[in-house]
């Protein structure tokens, strides 16, 4: 059984759309997963991979509970940014204790730690849902980056995919999504990095078989 919900609205008043999946009665009980796309509204492959996910679980049910939110930047997706409409990064605008309010050109982190409200939506759905195994999709490298608890979980969806797996993606990451729930609270984060920024259906046939393991098979 599947679901629309609203999440939260962007800092236009756009709403953050979700879908949330009920696992089959028969399914051993697993915490709930979360998989999100385009944080950054200019990595659309990631929106892809997340509607073609809908796609295929709207014809078999994951084994978990389970949240797809395609796109989390949806201003940003529309206008072509990176950033929100308050030209914030939201991967970087977390409430990690890594954050600081420093910042390299293009990588504003906000005025404080998840003072945007896209950020504040899937904290506040992280929460209320008890989501344990998070999976960001993202478009600028091809490897499969954990986090936390999530090297094991990294490691059989790289396998699957025929890509590299990685515990650092090269350079700092304050504020970052990975930061707050895989560092800080030790959950099992990966960010699956797919080596398309325009949209391309490779970005979904290279991980389909990963993201689908994720959600049906391990504890």
Same mark, same amino acid.
């Given at each position: ?45 990631? @929106?892809? !991979? #997340? ?6 679980? +709207?014809?078999?049910? %994951? ?6 939110? =395609? ?77 936390? @608890?999530? !090297? #094991? ?6 396998? +699957?995919?025929?890509? %590299? ?6 350079? =700092? ?47």
């Amino acid at each position: 059984m599947a679901r629309d919900e609203v999440i939260g609205t962007t800092v236009s008043g756009r709403p953050i759309e979700a879908i949330v999946f009920s696992p089959p009665r028969y399914a051993k009980p697993r915490p709930p997963a979360i998989v999100f796309g385009a944080i950054h509204g200019d990595e659309p492959a990631s @929106r892809l !991979q #997340a509607e073609r996910l809908i796609e295929e679980l +709207l014809d078999r049910p %994951p084994g978990r509970e389970t949240w797809i939110i =395609p796109v989390v930047n949806v201003d940003g997706l529309l206008g072509g940014s990176k950033n929100n409409a308050r030209d914030v990064d939201l991967n970087r605008n977390f409430a990690a204790t890594n954050w600081v309010a420093t910042y390299q050109g293009g990588y504003f982190p906000g005025a404080t730690p998840e003072s945007e409200p896209e950020t504040q939506a899937l904290a506040s759905l992280i929460d209320r849902s008890g989501a344990e195994r998070l999976i960001a999709l993202h478009a600028t490298f091809r490897v499969m980056n954990w986090d936390g @608890r999530g !090297q #094991a979980l990294a490691e059989e969806m790289a396998r +699957l995919a025929g890509y %590299p797996a990685a515990g650092d993606i090269g350079y =700092p990451t304050p504020g970052s999504f990975g930061s707050k729930y895989g560092l800080d609270r030790g959950l099992e984060v990966v960010t699956v990095e797919v080596p398309y920024l325009e949209v391309d259906e490779r970005a979904w046939t290279d991980t389909r078989t990963a993201l689908r393991w994720a959600l049906d098979l391990p504890s």
